[in-house]
C-alpha cells in the first residue's frame, strides 16, 4: 500500500527563509502550503515552479498572522486542499528596531502578534491534525533569543517566549507531535538600512567566519520535521557557532 504524501505548511513561505524550507520540503516528497501576507506575488511565482515539478503539490495561502480567526482557516484551506496536515513550520516573523525607552505599546503589540501569539495559535488549530498524522512542528527562533542586541529588545523577548513556547508545547502536544525550534545565526542579512560594520563584527564573533546558507537552515528544519524520531522540546542552534556581540 504505498504511503500518503506528507504536507506542512509554512507560514511566510514565499521569499528568503521561507522559500528555501519550501523547497526543500517539496524536494523530499512533501506537498506544501506557502502561507503569505504580503508576497503573494513571491508566494504563486514560486507555487507555480512546484506544480512544475509535481502538479497538485502546492497551495498559497494568504492570512495576518495577528487575526486570531484567520489562523483556523489557513489549517482548514491546508487540510481542505490536501486531506491532512504532517508538519507546520513557523516561520512568518516582525523584525524592527525598538531601542529600549523608546518602545510603544503598538511595536510591542505588532511584534508578539506575529512571533509569538501566531504560532501558538496556529499550533492550536492544527494540533488535532499533527496528532492523528503523528506529526512534528519546527518553530524558527533567533540566536537574538539567547544572545540579545541592544536595539532589540522587544524582539529578543519574542523570540525568547518562542523558545519558551515551543518547550510547553512539546510537553503539551507529547507523544504524538514532536515540537522543536530552529535558532538561526547570520543567514541573511536585513533588506533595508544594512550595517556593514555590524556584519563585519558578528562574523568576527562567529566560529565558522562565514555567513550560512538557507540551505543549511531548510535541511536542518527537514531533519527536524522527518528524522529527529526522539527529539522534542530542542533548539537546534545553526549559527557557525556565533558568540555574543
Known amino acids: 500500500m504505498p504511503q500518503p504524501i506528507?504536507?506542512?505548511?509554512v507560514t511566510g513561505g514565499a521569499r528568503r527563509l521561507g522559500a528555501a524550507i519550501v523547497r526543500r520540503l517539496h524536494a523530499s516528497g512533501y506537498a506544501v502550503a506557502v502561507h503569505c501576507r504580503h508576497s503573494a506575488d513571491a508566494a504563486h511565482a514560486l507555487a507555480a515552479d512546484l506544480e512544475q515539478a509535481r502538479p497538485g503539490s502546492?497551495?498559497?495561502?494568504?492570512?495576518?498572522?495577528?487575526?486570531?480567526?484567520?489562523?483556523?482557516?489557513?489549517?482548514?484551506?491546508?487540510?481542505?486542499?490536501?486531506?491532512r496536515l504532517d508538519a507546520l513550520v513557523n516561520n512568518a516573523a516582525a523584525f524592527f528596531p525598538t531601542p529600549f525607552g523608546t518602545v510603544t505599546p503598538d511595536q510591542w503589540d505588532a511584534l508578539l502578534a506575529t512571533n509569538l501569539r501566531g504560532p501558538f495559535f496556529l499550533a492550536q488549530a492544527a494540533a488535532p491534525h499533527l496528532r492523528e498524522a503523528r506529526g512534528a512542528i519546527v518553530n524558527i527562533s533567533d540566536v537574538y533569543a539567547r544572545q540579545p542586541r541592544a536595539d532589540l529588545p522587544a524582539y529578543c523577548v519574542s523570540k525568547g517566549a518562542l523558545e519558551a513556547m515551543t518547550r510547553a508545547l512539546a510537553v503539551a502536544l507529547a507523544p504524538e507531535v514532536r515540537v522543536n525550534a530552529l535558532a538561526p545565526g547570520a543567514i541573511l542579512w536585513p533588506e533595508d538600512a544594512p550595517d556593514p560594520a555590524l556584519q563585519a563584527r558578528i562574523l568576527a564573533r562567529t566560529a565558522l567566519g562565514r555567513t550560512g546558507t538557507v540551505e543549511e537552515i531548510a535541511d536542518t528544519a527537514l531533519w527536524l520535521l522527518r528524522d529527529a524520531g526522539y527529539t522534542t522540546g530542542t533548539v537546534v542552534a545553526v549559527d557557525g557557532g556565533r558568540e555574543p556581540v
Open 58 to 83: 502546492s497551495l498559497v495561502v494568504e492570512a495576518d498572522l495577528a487575526r486570531f480567526d484567520a489562523l483556523p482557516e489557513l489549517v482548514a484551506r491546508t487540510v481542505g486542499r490536501f486531506g
Open 6 to 9: 506528507p504536507v506542512a505548511l
